[in-house]
């Protein structure tokens, strides 16, 4: 009874040993093949569209959803001079938000409308700046969507970011005693080059692998 207790331990032991050497293979082979981010998101190029002059809305045509076109008029202003001033679309795209009512009084600056190039969506990874370096633009990505379990989606990197993310963001106005050390984070921009038919829009969470070695 002792020596089959003997070797169950053994197999068991021989086979977490495996498990863990296997386990170390793999993370090796990731990270030597591999930049591995889980902070990111798709995103979209943004146009907002915004009243020039003052007046009153007197013509709004779409909604949040509408497709566009660039040179599209959208809506019209009407000017205190009793003249017309037609608005139109900035650029080719969806309209992703809409503020505007028609009878509405506007003011220059006013933002009516947020249009967005859906159809050039891309990722956006905040890669750590103790990995960046092996980050450069033409290496193929693979994407992972939240949305979408077990769907691999193809990329490719675009571009680096000059800047970390922290950069942009507000300057702390409180004085602080003392300085803690961060690892910043890199924008790295990731253009889809398959979307396999799926529906993807910005905001969706993702998270990429880079591939090292094909450039």
Same mark, same amino acid.
């Given at each position: 009874?002792?020596?089959?207790? $003997?070797? +169950?331990?053994n197999?068991?032991?021989?086979?977490?040993?495996?498990?863990?050497?296997?386990?170390g293979?793999v993370w090796?082979? *990731?990270?030597?093949?591999?930049?591995?981010e889980?902070?990111? &998101?798709?995103?979209?190029?943004?146009?907002?569209?915004v009243?020039? /002059?003052?007046?009153k $809305?007197?013509?709004?045509?779409?909604?949040? %959803?509408?497709? +566009?076109?660039?040179?599209?008029?959208? %809506? &019209?202003?009407?000017?205190? /001079?009793? &003249?017309t001033? !037609?608005l139109?679309?900035?650029? #080719?795209?969806?309209?992703v938000? #809409?503020?505007a009512?028609?009878?509405? @009084?506007?003011?220059?600056?006013?933002q009516?409308?947020?249009?967005? *190039?859906?159809?050039?969506?891309?990722?956006?990874? *905040?890669v750590? =700046?103790?990995a @960046?370096? !092996?980050?450069?633009p033409?290496?193929s990505?693979?994407?992972?969507?939240?949305?979408?379990?077990?769907?691999?989606?193809?990329? /490719?990197?675009s571009?680096?970011?000059? =800047?970390?993310?922290?950069q942009?963001?507000? +300057?702390? /106005?409180?004085?602080? #005693?003392?300085?803690?050390?961060?690892?910043?984070r890199?924008?790295?921009?990731?253009?889809?080059? %398959?979307?396999?038919?799926?529906?993807?829009?910005p %905001?969706? *969470?993702a998270s990429?692998?880079?591939?090292?070695? !094909?450039?």
């Amino acid at each position: 009874m002792r020596a089959r207790q $003997l070797v +169950v331990i053994n197999i068991v032991t021989i086979v977490v040993i495996a498990a863990l050497l296997i386990g170390g293979w793999v993370w090796w082979l *990731n990270r030597s093949r591999y930049v591995v981010e889980q902070d990111a &998101q798709v995103a979209a190029d943004l146009q907002p569209m915004v009243a020039a /002059t003052a007046g009153k $809305l007197t013509r709004w045509t779409v909604h949040q %959803g509408d497709r +566009v076109r660039a040179g599209d008029v959208l %809506g &019209q202003v009407s000017l205190p /001079t009793g &003249q017309t001033v !037609n608005l139109t679309a900035p650029i #080719t795209g969806q309209v992703v938000r #809409t503020s505007a009512v028609s009878g509405m @009084v506007v003011a220059p600056g006013m933002q009516l409308a947020v249009i967005g *190039n859906l159809d050039g969506e891309y990722v956006l990874a *905040n890669v750590q =700046e103790t990995a @960046v370096r !092996n980050v450069k633009p033409g290496q193929s990505v693979d994407i992972y969507l939240d949305a979408f379990p077990g769907d691999t989606f193809s990329g /490719t990197v675009s571009w680096v970011g000059a =800047e970390s993310a922290a950069q942009g963001q507000p +300057v702390p /106005t409180a004085p602080t #005693t003392g300085f803690t050390k961060e690892v910043q984070r890199i924008p790295v921009k990731i253009a889809f080059t %398959g979307k396999g038919g799926k529906y993807i829009i910005p %905001g969706m *969470n993702a998270s990429v692998r880079i591939h090292r070695d !094909n450039v």
